[in-house]
């Protein structure tokens, strides 16, 4: 079964950086569109960054602009999500998400939980102040 894996969260003070890391598994990103979410404690899961199927197309939620980048490595079949300049409010459990690819959507970045089909189980991200 197609399992995604993240890795790299953990306990950074505010302005510090983290990488998180995809890694799938029965499952070929480079023929799929890649999103990161995030969750917090009662909230709901939120839109962090998304990666188009083909090309670099990537899109990102307005909270996290200018300071999150989303990449792909599709030779290790793994996904990232650097995170710099990091705020007590990015504390939250990170989600990466996956779907194949459409042929008629090819530079879509898709931004909704249920566009997704395959999600990982996530990695605990804390802001310090």
């Known amino acids: 079964q197609v399992q995604l894996v993240e890795s790299g969260g953990g306990l950074v003070q505010a302005g510090g950086s983290l990488r998180l890391a995809c890694a799938a598994s029965?499952?070929?990103?480079?023929?799929?569109?890649i999103g990161w979410f995030r969750q917090a404690p009662g909230k709901e899961r939120e839109f962090v960054a998304g990666?188009?199927?083909?090309?670099?197309?990537?899109d990102y939620g307005d909270s996290v602009k200018g300071r999150f980048t989303a990449s792909r490595d599709n030779a290790k079949n793994t996904g990232y999500l650097q995170m710099n300049n990091l705020k007590p409010e990015d504390t939250a459990v990170y989600y990466c998400?996956?779907?194949?690819?459409?042929?008629?959507?090819?530079?879509?970045?898709?931004?909704?939980?249920?566009?997704?089909?395959?999600w990982g189980q996530g990695t605990q991200v804390t802001v310090s102040s």
């Open positions: 998400a996956a779907r194949g690819g459409s042929f008629d959507s090819l530079t879509r970045v898709y931004t909704n939980v249920m566009d997704y089909n395959y």
């Open positions: 990666l188009s199927w083909i090309g670099s197309t990537t």
């Open positions: 029965r499952y070929t990103f480079s023929n799929s569109a």
